[in-house]
């Protein structure tokens, strides 16, 4: 079992930033993906970055260039620093995660870009 919370949500303005910070429920160590995904209503939730246990990552073309995310075995945490927000980056956030071929996610934060 994986509990995921997620954390760091809000209403920012275009070009500005947001850190997103997820805490994991037990060691990462053992974990095979940890992941960011959104989803928009009537849209499907799409994959925003994944980072892999020994570090490798990998980012939607959308928010190459503008998203990184990184992980911390010590605090067993993973994070989505997003920078240069866009309008189309609205959405709810969700952390995930695959654990023995079980998928998990947590209770997601909503993201607003706005003026």
């Known amino acids: 079992q994986v509990q995921l919370v997620e954390s760091g949500g809000a209403l920012v303005q275009p070009g500005g930033s947001l850190r997103l910070s997820c805490a994991v429920s037990?060691?990462?160590?053992?974990?095979?993906?940890l992941d960011w995904h959104r989803q928009v209503p009537g849209k499907e939730r799409e994959l925003v970055a994944l980072?892999?246990?020994?570090?490798?990552?990998h980012y939607a073309d959308s928010v190459k260039g503008r998203f990184t995310i990184s992980r911390d075995n010590a605090k067993n945490t993973v994070s989505l620093q997003m920078n240069s927000l866009k309008s189309e980056d609205t959405a709810v956030y969700y952390c995930?995660?695959?654990?023995?071929?079980?998928?998990?996610w947590g209770q997601g934060t909503q993201v607003t870009v706005s003026s």
């Open positions: 995930g995660a695959i654990l023995a071929g079980v998928r998990y």
């Open positions: 980072i892999t246990p020994g570090g490798s990552t």
């Open positions: 037990r060691s990462i160590f053992g974990i095979n993906v």
